[in-house]
């Protein structure tokens, strides 16, 4: 496996870091002080286009569809994706920055569902603020066909950064709670605790892809050398 830092630590197999070497060179960029709110939320864009590309090709898979025609007239099959019930979930704020990147690679428009996490600086531990999932349990009379269910095939969770994990962490407990049967998780960079405590919350139902790893966080709960606060590098509001 590639890693930002030549990583030793061996992660499950659902755990997945990008090899690109443009994944890598972008990240090195994007480390940088120097780099500005306009090139930082490009390079998010960059990135995520790419871990969430390798990332889909593994989680969806075609399906033959109706017949259509060309415009000079051949008919041929149509290919759609399944699962078709996919559902975005960004985590605020910096996973704000990664919906387009994955929008654009689905063929179908898909619902955006926000979920609003902040870590409690003293613990560390996240506190949830904001939460617009529909998903919900299903009952016993929508498992037998009567009424359908909410719930999503596959959730992807949209968040830049896993430092400690906690708060993906919380996001994926929310989600499993809330009735998804799938989760994909795409983020920039994650330290090498952070990716390993995730990975072993729901390993049969949830997908990690990742840019890069960095070995260690600090006191602070932050990646070294990591990226900074990527929502406040985002929105201008670094030193707030």
């Not at 500005?36 to 490009?42: D, L, Q």
């Not at 939460?131 to 969770?157: E, F, R, T, W």
């Not at 929310?174 to 989760?183: F, P, V, Y």
Request: include cysteine; aromatic fraction near 4%; charge should be neutral.
């Amino acid at each position: 496996m590639a890693s930002s830092t030549s990583s030793t630590t061996t992660f499950p197999p659902s755990v997945h870091i990008s090899q690109h070497p443009c994944v890598q060179a972008k990240l090195s960029q994007l480390r940088s002080a120097s780099t500005n709110a306009r090139e930082t939320k490009a390079l998010v864009h960059e990135i995520a286009t790419m871990v969430g590309c390798e990332a889909l090709a593994k989680a969806l898979t075609v399906q033959a569809g109706e017949t259509d025609h060309s415009p000079l007239g051949y008919p041929y099959q149509t290919a759609t994706i399944t699962p078709q019930n996919i559902r975005l979930v960004p985590i605020l704020r910096s996973g704000l920055s990664m919906i387009d990147a994955v929008q654009s690679l689905l063929p179908v428009a898909v619902p955006v569902h926000h979920l609003g996490l902040y870590r409690e600086k003293t613990t560390l531990q996240p506190v949830e603020y904001y939460n617009n999932l529909p998903y919900h349990k299903s009952s016993p009379s929508s498992a037998s066909g009567s009424q359908p269910s909410s719930s999503a095939d596959l959730a992807i969770i949209l968040d830049p950064i896993i430092a400690t994990g906690s708060t993906l962490g919380a996001a994926i407990e929310t989600l499993r709670e809330a009735g998804a049967k799938r989760i994909l998780a795409i983020a920039v960079l994650a330290s090498e605790t952070g990716l390993g405590k995730v990975a072993e919350i729901w390993p049969e139902g949830v997908t990690i892809w990742v840019g890069g790893v960095d070995r260690e966080t600090d006191g602070k709960g932050m990646i070294k050398p990591g990226l900074g606060d990527v929502g406040d590098r985002l929105f201008l509001t670094v030193g707030k």
